[in-house]
């Protein structure tokens, strides 16, 4: 990761964040909201976020901070993989997002498939388990890290989502603009890797 800036700011906020969780003592408690006070204010000062929107953000967090879990599917249809439209950008992504609480990678994986794009699908393998900071995503305020489960579509038919408004399949000399915070052009080039060699190894950070 290039930004030291956030490296910095997230590891400030994950140290605030665990001491308002444990510590007892107020003036304890006081220096750790000055930590995360701090923290909002590097982040506000490199990006287009006020810092009351961040700290707002950072509030809803509660407990020892660990990363987040982003899942997607690799869907392949011939020399094409599945791709949907996002409502939030107007671009495109691999169908996915955050890991809901209950269920596993792969349910969550399948879950979200049908969601955004309609189809049917069953997991076939991990391809890649990848930190987001170690890849050309923008900047995050958290940590995250990102599953690729391969899937097979075994029914239903394309139809846009509550979060989507477009499913199509893309070639990889083909690709639309990306939704660079949820995928970026070289994920999705090592995904067409296991197409072409479906014995490659998972790949992970």
Request: aromatic share 10%.
């Amino acid at each position: 990761m290039s930004e030291k800036w956030l490296q910095w700011a997230m590891k400030i906020q994950s140290i605030a964040q665990a001491g308002l969780t444990f510590s007892k003592d107020a003036f304890d408690k006081e220096r750790f909201e000055e930590l995360q006070e701090l923290s909002a204010e590097i982040m506000a000062e490199h990006t287009n976020h006020e810092m009351k929107q961040i700290l707002n953000l950072f509030s809803q967090e509660k407990g020892y901070q660990t990363p987040k879990v982003d899942v997607r599917g690799a869907v392949f249809r011939g020399n094409e993989i599945l791709m949907v439209r996002e409502n939030v950008d107007q671009r495109w992504a691999l169908p996915g997002g955050f890991c809901d609480v209950g269920i596993s990678p792969a349910e969550n994986a399948i879950k979200e498939i049908q969601e955004e794009s309609g189809y049917i699908t069953v997991p076939k393998k991990l391809l890649a388990l990848l930190d987001y900071h170690n890849h050309p995503h923008p900047p995050q305020p958290f940590h995250y890290y990102k599953i690729f489960i391969q899937c097979e579509i075994i029914g239903g038919m394309a139809e846009k989502g509550m979060e989507t408004n477009d499913v199509q399949f893309f070639s990889l000399n083909s690709l639309p603009d990306l939704s660079t915070s949820r995928n970026t052009e070289s994920q999705i080039a090592m995904l067409f890797e296991f197409l072409q060699n479906p014995t490659k190894e998972t790949v992970f950070d």
